[in-house]
């Protein structure tokens, strides 16, 4: 994924209201008015949500008669899980050291004598 893609796709997310509806868009498509439903915000202004989140590829809308429905687009999701799993290994071999770290001073007393075992 570009840089700029992933950036758009953060920043999509980096919303409340745009979170949740792409948790709600999880369990399946849903019209705007449907979406607009548990927030305190008139449609246009949860269009303007979904053009954000369109536009960063994690939803597509369709026309259906006289709705628009939308649907998640799972790949700029898999996307950004993939880029976040690089630099898993990364944290987890630093909470490595540092629980061994811990594990180790633990042992020792602010005077660096042993603690005795109990």
Known sequence: MRE????????????????????????GEATVNELAEPFEMT??????HLKVLERAGLISRSRAAQTRPCRLEPAALS????????????????FDRL???LKTTAKITPKGKKHAAK
């Open 79 to 94: 996307e950004v899980a993939n880029w976040v799993d690089a630099y898993r290994s990364l944290w987890e071999a630093s």
């Open 4 to 27: 700029d893609d992933l950036n758009q796709v953060f920043a999509a997310l980096a919303d409340p209201t745009r979170r949740a509806i792409v948790a709600r868009l999880a369990s």
């Open 99 to 101: 629980d061994a770290f």
């Open 43 to 48: 449609q246009p202004s949860i269009s303007k």
